[in-house]
């Protein structure tokens, strides 16, 4: 267990409403990381971060935010949500040392109707 | 670019049979390679994980070898249990940013 909790679990909103999800860790880990799952795609990398204010796109980065004010919190933001972020979303850590693996939180699952 | 590719599922076997769930990969460089399984309405834990050719990585009775000469880590296990039923991913990690690239899953069913 890293320590890794997501919030909300789970959520139902409209299209067009702005839509923010939290990622808490308790470790103080550098790295942070967040996904999206969806059925025949795997995981695929939204925004990641290095530190408190350094963060970096992934692979589908379009139409989401993050922001990390504080090491322990990285919060990703739908601005203005749509049918095709409808998805699971996942956080994650990178485990300082060692062997650096990722350890992920329980996830989100958004529903945008 | 780097990718991975595993096997379509869903895989179903019997309790006790034998699991081998394929994954290939196409890499530049030496990746590291990593197997992922997750459980109904959980996250992604780590099962095993290989950084090197002919590692062998090993937990809970699974294996799995780094073959880089057919650039495979194919998932095995000798007996499986209805406990296994998951979503298995595979995934690489280039050690030049430390980001995974990952496998589509492959969903597993176990029938007593």
């Known amino acids: 267990d890293a320590g890794i909790t997501q919030s909300p679990r789970h959520k139902v909103t409209e299209t067009g409403t702005p839509v923010t999800l939290r990622c808490h860790q308790t470790?103080?880990?550098?790295?942070m990381y967040w996904y999206r799952q969806d059925p025949g795609h795997g995981l695929r990398l939204i925004h990641y971060?290095?530190?408190?204010?350094?963060?970096d796109k992934g692979e589908v980065s379009d139409g989401y935010s993050v922001s990390r004010s504080k090491t322990e919190d990285f919060l990703l933001t739908l601005e203005s949500a749509t049918s095709s972020q409808t998805s699971v979303y996942f956080c994650?850590?990178?485990?300082?040392?060692?062997?650096?693996?990722?350890?992920f939180g329980p996830g989100t699952r958004l529903t945008v109707t | 670019g780097n990718s991975v590719t595993q096997m379509e599922g869903p895989v179903t076997l019997s309790e006790e049979a034998f699991l081998t769930i394929n994954c290939t990969y196409t890499?530049?460089?030496?990746?590291?390679l990593f197997w992922y399984v997750q459980y109904p309405g959980e996250g992604l834990q780590l099962l095993l994980k290989?950084?090197?050719a002919d590692d062998k990585g090993s937990n809970k009775g699974f294996e799995a070898t780094y073959r880089k000469e057919t650039t495979s880590f194919h998932l095995e296990k000798g007996s499986v249990q209805v406990s296994d039923s998951a979503v298995y991913f595979c995934?690489?990690?280039?050690?030049?940013?430390?980001?995974?690239?990952w496998g589509a899953g492959t969903k597993l069913i176990i029938k007593p």
């Open positions: 994650a850590i990178r485990a300082s040392g060692g062997g650096d693996e990722q350890y």
């Open positions: 470790e103080n880990h550098r790295y």
């Open positions: 971060s290095y530190g408190v204010k350094d963060t």
């Open positions: 890499a530049t460089g030496y990746p590291s």
């Open positions: 290989a950084t090197k």
């Open positions: 995934a690489l990690r280039m050690d030049s940013n430390y980001q995974l690239i």
